[in-house]
């Protein structure tokens, strides 16, 4: 079963940051927060990952509480076609053994 | 290819027949991953090799599924005795050593599967 909890779907004004939620109340210290996106008809894309600092890159940011307990992964200037479901996914990085747990994620909503 | 390549897109079968679907990973990467995603849902792990063997086949509904990798390449899903409640579209996705330390996994567009 997946670790986190998402709304289920949100809306963003182009041009504005989109700011996606996570809960992940029951993760352990040696667990990464993934984000993936999947755009209609489209495999899942990786987006970003962190451990305890917030991240930066190209696609996104990523916010990570103190307490790790949450995050929210941040879009700073949505466009349309940032359109897509979200995927915020808790693993153990380095463990080939553990697969990725999906969630049904946030739909995310760019509207014109 | 640039990418992970699935075979087919699309394939629509009869209740009771066997499928095969085909993953092509990228080129070197060892993981594979295989996943199932129905309508509206996340996608739902089903197996993962590790080069040529099966590190973990947990996802496996039951034993009408069942997935190869011969050569630690390119893989085959096959579901005998296909069922209505099979259809999905069934994604793959492979890694390489130092991508999946950093948990990118690159996906294919996936393979739609339709029984009726």
């Known amino acids: 079963d997946a670790k986190t909890t998402q709304p289920t779907s949100m809306d963003c004004a182009e041009g504005r940051a989109a700011n996606l939620p996570c809960n992940h109340s029951?993760?352990?210290?040696?667990?990464?927060v993934y984000w993936y996106r999947q755009i209609h008809s489209q495999g899942p894309q990786y987006i970003i990952h962190g451990l305890k600092n917030n991240e930066t890159n190209e696609m996104a940011s990523l916010i990570i509480t103190e307490d790790r307990k949450s995050s929210t992964l941040i879009l700073p200037h949505a466009t349309l076609r940032d359109t897509a479901v979200y995927y915020c996914?808790?693993?153990?990085?380095?463990?080939?053994?553990?697969?990725?747990?999906f969630g049904p994620g946030t739909r995310l909503s760019v509207l014109p | 290819g640039a990418g992970v390549s699935q075979t087919p897109s699309n394939k629509v079968t009869e209740k009771g027949k066997y499928v095969e679907l085909r993953c092509d990973p990228i080129s070197g990467h060892t993981a594979l991953y295989w996943y199932r995603q129905s309508l509206g849902q996340g996608p739902e792990f089903l197996i993962y090799?590790?080069?040529?063997?099966?590190?973990?086949d947990s996802g496996l509904p039951n034993d009408r599924f069942f997935a190869v990798r011969p050569e630690g390449s390119v893989s085959t899903l096959k579901i005998q005795r296909t069922e209505r409640g099979d259809s999905a579209v069934y994604l793959c996705a492979s890694s390489s050593r130092l991508a999946g330390e950093s948990g990118e996994l690159f996906f294919g567009e996936g393979s739609r599967l339709t029984v009726l």
């Open positions: 090799f590790q080069g040529t063997g099966a590190a973990d």
């Open positions: 996914i808790v693993r153990v990085r380095d463990n080939y053994g553990q697969n990725f747990v």
């Open positions: 029951t993760i352990s210290g040696n667990e990464y």
